[in-house]
């Protein structure tokens, strides 16, 4: 099995809330104790964090799913239940991360980037919370919501500061292990690499040395740009590189003339991402040693990885590109970026059948109770949807009398002169969490 995977999928959970204790206080020699009912902890966020300690997706491939643990409920004397544990997930540096959809949702391109991958259910609201001068037996609480669940795919893009480019079989993988303490597998024939490998490679004398990373991508063949030869998987590997080695085999095995082995590198580099031509390149022929031909001109350098010819000259040169390429990127201090989704704001959308779709966070909370039925209940259901402006958000919209209005578990028919709280009160939800009870007030 191979030990590198540079596309993977996760699955994440968030954790649910816990909901909201329905208690009242039953003490010796107290008459008349008030609701006591505790809060629910929070669930526990699913959040993607970028190390260094990461070097391949290939622990995504046979254990994809990642959950945080749930918040517990609430409890009476107004004991309120723990949050759920919030849960890192470590992936490699340079980890892109995309939608079912395949729309760009972040790019963990620095250590300790952040990106919460899934949020947490809130927890709910327990009795005590509702104990107001027109409320002073709330016989109702807050459920918890659920926390997000969703599919995300992972695509990694190896940070390197130069980029080894060849075609099979041209000797990227020798030159890498001679220059570096990286071990890729080196055989006599093409496609060995079957995946990048990286290597860092220190020049100077010790306390005064650059230090810089190579990487060996898997040869290209003609056609790469349009995915022939599993071309986007390797190219994507070269984007971030700060300088381009054009490696090319001065004994190729099928005779291809040194000239042509570069147009046609370049041609795919280019047809890739135009921008890869702009950046610090340099030709250099392998196989010095063994060459078939004399040496053709716009040739920068020949080495051989056998012998060593020609690999000092090469370091220092590749030093002074990536050192030009740092300074010449002036990046200022770049602080940990942490990604979150946007909030949610009350929407209102128009379904297939007609109806109304009330959406977003605070409407869906103002109606998970415990006990809809419950006078105390609709009354603060009421407020709650008032304050937010749930009315005029569907009058914005186009409601008009005798549409059907859905707000969460709740379907009502929209009455103008009524108004939504008025339709809230007289339309109880067909059933709820204590069994199905109706309200026989609304009933007559």
Known sequence: MSGFADEAQVHVKAGNGGA???????????????????????????????????????????HPHRRATDGKHGQGKKRHGPRGHALEVPVPVGTMVRGPDGAMLADLATTGDRWLAAGGGRGGKGNARFLSNRRRAPAFAEQGEKGEERWLDLELKL?????????????????????????PKVAAYPFTTLEPHLGVVRVGRPGDEAEFVVADVPGLVEGAAEGRGLGHRFLRHVERARAIVVL???????????SEQQRILLAELGRYRPELLERPRIVVGSKSDVALEPVED?????ISAVTGAGIPELLVRLAAMVIEARAEEAMPNRSVVIHRPLSEEIEVVRAEDGSFVVLGRPALRAVALSDLNDHDAVDYVQGRLRKL????????????????????????????????????????????????RRDRRAEK
């Not at 940070?159 to 480019?165: G, I, Y």
């Not at 090319?248 to 040194?258: E, F, S």
């Open 389 to 436: 402006g749930v009315e005029r958000a569907l009058v914005r919209a186009g409601v008009r009398d005798g549409d059907v209005v859905h707000l969460g578990e709740l379907s009502f028919t929209y009455q103008r002169d009524a108004g939504i709280e008025s339709a809230v009160a007289e339309t109880p939800p067909p059933e709820t969490r204590r069994g199905g």
């Open 248 to 258: 090319l085999d001065l004994a190729p095995a099928d005779g291809m003339a040194v």
């Open 20 to 62: 909201g204790s329905v208690s009242f206080r039953r003490e010796a020699h107290v008459s008349k104790g008030g609701p006591d009912g505790g809060d629910g902890g929070d669930g526990g966020d699913v959040w993607l964090v970028a190390t260094t300690n990461q070097a391949s997706l290939l622990g995504f491939r046979d």
């Open 298 to 302: 716009g040739l920068a350098l020949t």
């Open 159 to 183: 940070l390197a500061d130069v980029a080894l480019v060849g075609l099979p079989n041209s000797g990227k993988s020798t030159l890498i292990s001679r220059i570096s303490a990286a071990r």
